[in-house]
């Protein structure tokens, strides 16, 4: 059972549609992180947010935290071919543990 | 590139066997992750290290151990590796183990084949 649940599982949209990514928990985070997976390599930090509320933006993509620090939601406006890739939300809780959901495969097609 | 280095990049080695995978964490960062990754069950955390002292256990087997060295390095032992074993190991470090803040960053990875 995993602590974090992403939604959907696997998402498919045209280029220059706009997607939502879900990551939802019973706990209670200090810090939630976004990652973005491509095939073969590791895990590549997008965002770390902190703060219940806390809303960040880096640029086409806008990272929300709950109030509750127990659940988050990642935006892509406009989406493009090269934001496909597997997106992962991890949770850090106060006895050291980073865990992860199980990913978001999200495909962008040209 | 993360910083992060794990060698070696792939594995292949029969049912039994054991094996050894190494990660040299960031310059400066004093944590270290082990993960696993298969296609059915995600990116599992197995243990974690902080200053050479475990910190946080995960869903590690009796089978596999792992050991921070005093340079920071750390050490992941797979023994009586079974099929079943197959996966992606990532390493990860940060430089503090505690909450708000402290981001991973992640190696390439060790991709195992047990035959």
């Known amino acids: 059972t995993q602590l974090l649940e992403q939604s959907p599982q696997f998402l498919s949209i045209q280029e220059g549609e706009n997607l939502t990514v879900y990551c939802n928990s019973s706990?209670?985070?200090?810090?939630l992180q976004w990652y973005r997976q491509e095939p073969g390599e590791g895990p590549v930090l997008l965002v770390t947010?902190?703060?219940?509320?806390e809303v960040k933006k880096l640029k086409r993509l806008t990272f929300q935290f709950g109030d509750a620090r127990k659940d988050s939601s990642l935006h892509i406006t406009a989406a493009q071919p090269g934001d496909t890739g597997l997106y992962l939300c991890?949770?850090?809780?106060?006895?050291?543990?980073?865990?992860f959901g199980a990913g978001t495969t999200v495909t962008v097609r040209a | 590139d993360s910083g992060v280095t794990q060698t070696p990049k792939h594995l292949i080695t029969a049912t039994g066997q054991r094996v050894t995978l190494r990660c040299s964490p960031r310059?400066?960062?004093?944590?270290v992750y082990w993960y696993q990754q298969s296609l059915d069950q995600g990116l599992q955390f197995l243990i974690q290290?902080?200053?050479?002292?475990?910190?946080a256990k995960g869903n590690i087997l009796e089978r596999f151990s792992a050991q921070q060295f005093p340079d920071l390095h750390s050490e992941l032992n797979l023994s009586s590796l079974e099929l079943g074993d197959s996966a992606l190991y990532f390493c990860?470090?940060?430089?503090?183990?505690?909450?708000?803040?402290?981001?991973?960053?992640f190696g390439q990875g060790t991709r195992l084949t047990v035959v």
């Open positions: 990860a470090s940060s430089w503090q183990p505690t909450s708000q803040g402290a981001e991973a960053f």
């Open positions: 310059s400066g960062d004093l944590s």
């Open positions: 991890a949770g850090r809780s106060n006895d050291y543990k980073l865990s």
């Open positions: 290290y902080y200053n050479g002292e475990e910190r």
């Open positions: 947010v902190v703060t219940g509320g």
């Open positions: 706990s209670v985070f200090s810090s």
